[in-house]
């Protein structure tokens, strides 16, 4: 089965400082989605990326996939308290169309002031 | 926006019990998913359904749960004798018939506490 490790488990980060999250997985990447997870809450949908190479940014928030690696990364610029949560990677289990996703250990966010 | 919804957010139960979680995805999916989290572990899949029947089920999916789409709009789990150990957040998500390629929508989850 595919298995996603997230790096680093934890980040404490000060307001404005960068940081990125690592997301790397056992098995080929099929297409790979970030979310976030606030505690004891829902997922929330950042972006989902499909192919080797491909970035995607929203907001302060940049994603990139490394299909060779099968590997993603993912960058905050600018960090604000609001970024602070459980940040997910997830990775489709094959190109058909039912496919679920399996998910990271995520990473846990605090941003200070 | 349209969302996925979950109800009930809490439920509290006596092991051995039945529990139903509801939930009522976007309204133009076809696929549609069951995952839980145990408190500080990871979001796990469960199960996932399409064409009113179960497409995959995981490991953790077994006789003591079930699926069940009764109308056009509800989907459901049951857990038919609650254990200690089924006690979880429970999400619900649907995604549209282009299934590879937008997003996984999730509920707010339910959260299941079973004594």
């Known amino acids: 089965s595919q298995e996603l490790e997230q790096s680093p488990q934890s980040l404490i980060v000060q307001e404005g400082k960068n940081l990125t999250i690592n997301c790397t997985s056992s098995?080929?990447?099929?297409?790979l989605y970030w979310y976030k997870q606030k505690y004891g809450e829902g997922l929330i949908f950042l972006m989902m990326?499909?192919?080797?190479?491909e970035e995607k940014s929203h907001e302060k928030i940049t994603a990139k996939l490394d299909e060779k690696k099968q590997q993603s990364s993912l960058h905050i610029t600018a960090s604000q308290p609001s970024h602070a949560g459980i940040y997910l990677c997830?990775?489709?289990?094959?190109?058909?169309?039912?496919?679920?996703?399996?998910f990271g250990t995520g990473t846990r966010l605090q941003v200070t002031l | 926006e349209p969302e996925v919804t979950q109800t009930p957010s809490h439920q509290v139960t006596q092991m051995g019990q039945e529990v139903i979680l509801r939930c009522v995805p976007i309204?133009?999916?076809?696929?549609f998913y069951w995952y839980r989290q145990i408190l500080g572990q990871k979001v796990e899949f469960l199960v996932s359904?399409?064409?009113?029947?179960?497409?995959?089920k995981s490991e953790i999916f077994d006789d003591q749960f079930s699926v069940e789409r009764p109308d056009g709009s509800n989907f459901t789990l049951k857990i038919r004798s609650t254990k200690l150990e089924d006690s979880a957040m429970y999400f619900c998500?649907?995604?549209?018939?282009?299934?590879?390629?937008?997003?996984?929508?999730f509920g707010e989850g339910s959260r299941l506490t079973v004594l």
């Open positions: 359904f399409y064409n009113n029947e179960i497409s995959e």
């Open positions: 309204s133009n999916h076809l696929y």
């Open positions: 098995k080929t990447l099929y297409g």
């Open positions: 990326l499909q192919k080797g190479g």
């Open positions: 997830g990775a489709l289990s094959s190109t058909g169309t039912a496919s679920k996703l399996t």
């Open positions: 998500a649907s995604r549209t018939a282009y299934a590879n390629t937008g997003e996984l929508f």
